[in-house]
């Protein structure tokens, strides 16, 4: 396999890593928020950390399968696509501070910027899935993500308009 793409197992090891890093960004955002907004960033931290756990699930089956081929989960298209984005973009970014809910405004456009980019690296991993069980997930996880970024557009809107 060339070194330009990732292997299914490690496409998953970078979704769980990005779970992670969603669910640390609102539990740290629900330190600095109260009310609705408050229950929203806790809500979303309990979906990332399930969407880890899903992911953690299927990382633990298919690699417990030790004759399996890995490399079939994804094409070499969307695993070069894939390892591109995320060492531009999603483990590039600065680390938001442990007050940027101090800051509601700034806060929600990177969460929006974040749940976008999400959306964007899980829709081209479904789409270089033929099908099967990571196929599902994926769709389900898609649909939540697509959610948490329609909130935050919302309460922007609401922000810009007070």
Do not use: C, W
């Amino acid at each position: 396999m060339s070194s330009n793409t990732f292997n299914g197992l490690e496409i998953l090891k970078i979704a769980i890593l990005m779970e992670e890093e969603g669910r640390s960004f609102y539990t740290n955002g629900a330190k600095y928020t109260t009310g609705k907004i408050k229950d929203f960033l806790l809500a979303a931290a309990g979906q990332e950390f399930l969407h880890k756990e899903q992911f953690t699930k299927l990382y633990n089956d298919l690699s417990s399968k030790k004759d399996v081929d890995y490399d079939y989960l994804f094409d070499a298209e969307v695993t070069s696509y894939l390892k591109a984005l995320i060492e531009d973009k999603v483990f590039d970014k600065k680390e938001p501070s442990e007050d940027a809910f101090k800051d509601l405004k700034s806060a929600i456009e990177y969460a929006v910027k974040s749940e976008k980019l999400t959306v964007e690296v899980y829709t081209k991993m479904y789409k270089g899935i033929a099908e099967g069980e990571v196929k599902e997930v994926l769709f389900k996880l898609i649909d939540e993500e697509k959610a948490h970024i329609d909130y935050f557009t919302k309460l922007l809107n609401e922000i810009d308009n007070d």
